[in-house]
């Protein structure tokens, strides 16, 4: 039987919560002549369990769901807590990885990674002779 159709028992339920599972936010990026936006959907994590990083031109995004149970409370059935989420994306030499800016409110992650300047489209002035 696949995942989908069994039943679950109540050994898979406290197997469930307490592992660890990656998601894959959904991502938009966006091009303009200055730079690139990626524009992130990462409900649940805050700025606290962000961990956005660079290394060889490999950018790492992941964030760890953070979701307040009620106290005294446990959990039956739990597909939200004990998530994470992680991208990873190969970045082209045109990027400045050193001013890359990030921001997240309210479960959305915008990062701004601007292109070097010698790869920025410019206009050639055209001279009289």
Excluded: C, W
Excluded at 29 to 45: Q, S, T, W
Excluded at 54 to 70: K, T
Excluded at 118 to 124: A, G, N, P, V
């Amino acid at each position: 039987m696949n995942d989908i159709t069994r039943q679950e028992t109540s050994r898979d339920v406290e197997t469930r919560s307490t592992q660890e599972r990656t998601l894959l936010p959904a991502v938009d990026i966006f091009e303009e002549d200055e730079a690139l936006h990626v524009i992130a959907d990462m409900p649940g994590v805050t700025r606290d369990t962000l961990r956005i990083e660079v290394d060889q031109h490999i950018l790492s995004i992941e964030g760890d769901i953070q979701v307040d149970m009620p106290e005294g409370v446990s959990a039956t059935y739990a597909e939200i807590q004990g998530n994470r989420f992680a991208r990873r994306f190969t970045l082209s030499h045109e990027v400045d990885t050193d001013a890359i800016r990030a921001e997240i409110s309210n479960g959305v992650l915008n990062l701004v990674l601007p292109k070097r300047e010698s790869h920025r489209r410019r206009r050639i002035e055209v001279q009289t002779a």
